[in-house]
């Protein structure tokens, strides 16, 4: 099971962090990412973690801004937003990778949350 929570409303040039709660079956998956979906457009990439080492995974532009992290002993994921843009705002999505294949497609990713809305206006 994966619960996202943190998102919101937030000024251009704010900052936010979501956290996705993970638990049973997911927990031993091998990678963990963050997607985002925007009204009217597909499901995109955003980042992922391998559980297993400090490996991340960035699309190229949000480098610098989005920092995906994990917190094993809580069994949480976050990814701190930062210098945020109207562009950023969409539905952002924890998913579980348990194999840990093509890490920045979506296909691998067999277990979704239930998204938490992100808004950037002013």
């Known amino acids: 099971q994966l619960v996202e929570s943190g998102g919101g409303l937030v000024q251009p040039g704010g900052s936010l962090r979501l956290s996705c709660a993970v638990s049973?079956?997911?927990?031993?998956?091998?990678?963990m990412g963050w997607f985002r979906q925007a009204p009217g457009k597909e499901r995109k990439f955003v980042a992922a973690?391998?559980?297993?080492?400090?490996?991340?995974y960035y699309t190229d532009s949000l480098k610098g801004r989005f920092t995906i992290s994990r917190d094993n002993a809580k069994s949480t994921l976050y990814l701190q937003m930062n210098s945020l843009k109207p562009e950023d705002a969409a539905v952002y999505y924890c998913?579980?990778?348990?194999?840990?294949?093509?890490?920045?497609?979506?296909?691998?990713?067999?277990?979704w949350g239930q998204g938490t809305q992100v808004t950037v206006s002013s």
């Open positions: 973690i391998s559980w297993s080492g400090p490996s991340t």
């Open positions: 049973g079956v997911t927990f031993g998956s091998d990678t």
């Open positions: 998913a579980a990778n348990r194999l840990g294949h093509s890490k920045t497609q979506i296909w691998p990713y067999e277990y």
